[in-house]
């Protein structure tokens, strides 16, 4: 086991890093620190989830042919005690609730990590936490979840970090490399963000409406074309420049890659849940109307994947 890391100047040592959502990346990331020897502590939905964390023993990280169940400490996010350091690893929707939840366990100062698709429950997050440091995070990398506390790691990728009022990098980025949890500090936070919802924004929708994986968008180049040329617009009409550049490029480079993946907005269609519309397409088709721009394949793909979700009893926004 690595030896443990200098502490904070103000601590006698590291602060836990407290992991609410133990879906595929919160449990990729809970995995990976608590692996490196770093305290870590789950949060968990309630007493019966804590009851059937325990009884499957821990929570298991599978990497290539490698398997390890690792007995990390958790708690039930009603009770969780003092917060300093929170990686809310959550659906976009829920983000805001679970940190109105958490605020009164939140120690001043305390830094909350942001690891959300799409845009919007960033300020919606940091309006509901004044008292903390918000630092939103995008990741590239690939995991699903084998069964509830099973995560398989999928594909390498990378994590950008920042904040969106800027400011330097924190000291705990060593604890990510030691942890071998690939991050990079950015005071361009926000081109992240708005790049990674284009491309989400290009394929997801169509995967949900096609019942397909990512690589049947192949066959569908002129509409994802289409909607690439809008969404540069778009990211121009933002101030987000450089997130636009080489945006077709990169989109048919995620397909290519993932080509054997479902999205997660898929995924969550196909399984009956909730699907994250209102922090992609919905972010995109306000910013547009803010704008005055008009973007009518976005908009009329925003209609076509309301209207499948209302069909399958699912929520539209």
């Not at 030896?3 to 133990?22: E, Q, R």
């Not at 942001?114 to 630092?135: D, F, H, K, M, T």
């Not at 919905?282 to 076509?304: M, N, T, V, W």
């Amino acid at each position: 086991m690595p030896a443990p890391l200098p502490a904070p100047p103000d601590s006698a040592s590291p602060a836990p890093w407290h992991i609410l959502g133990a879906g595929s990346l919160g449990g990729l990331w809970a995995t990976r620190l608590a692996r490196a020897g770093l305290p870590v502590c789950l949060l968990l939905r309630d007493a019966q989830r804590l009851a059937d964390y325990h009884a499957a023993g821990g929570l298991t990280l599978e990497q290539g042919d490698l398997s390890r169940c690792l007995r990390i400490a958790a708690a039930s996010s009603a009770a969780p005690g003092a917060i300093r350091r929170l990686l809310l690893a959550c659906k976009a929707y829920d983000a805001a609730p679970l940190a109105r939840r958490l605020a009164p366990w939140l120690a001043p100062g305390a830094e909350v990590l942001l690891l959300q698709n799409g845009l919007g429950s960033q300020a919606e997050v940091a309006a509901a936490l004044p008292q903390a440091r918000c630092i939103c995070v995008s990741s590239t990398e690939g995991a699903f979840r084998r069964s509830t506390f099973h995560i398989v790691h999928a594909g390498g990728g990378d994590n950008w970090l920042g904040r969106l009022d800027g400011g330097p990098a924190p000291h705990w980025l060593e604890e990510l490399e030691r942890a071998g949890i690939p991050a990079r500090w950015t005071p361009q936070i926000a081109e992240r963000l708005w790049r990674k919802l284009a491309i989400n924004c290009a394929i997801n929708p169509l995967t949900v409406l096609h019942d397909c994986r990512n690589g049947n968008l192949q066959g569908l180049a002129g509409e994802v074309d289409g909607l690439c040329d809008e969404l540069q617009r778009l990211l121009h009409g933002v101030g987000q420049d450089a997130a636009a550049e080489g945006l077709h490029a990169e989109v048919w480079r995620v397909v290519v890659a993932t080509a054997a993946n479902s999205s997660s907005m898929h995924q969550d269609v196909a399984a009956g849940r909730r699907s994250e519309i209102a922090y992609l397409l919905g972010h995109a088709s306000r910013e547009a109307l803010r704008l005055g721009l008009p973007l009518p394949r976005l908009q009329a793909l925003q209609s076509r994947l309301q209207a499948h979700l209302r069909a399958r009893g699912l929520p539209a926004d």
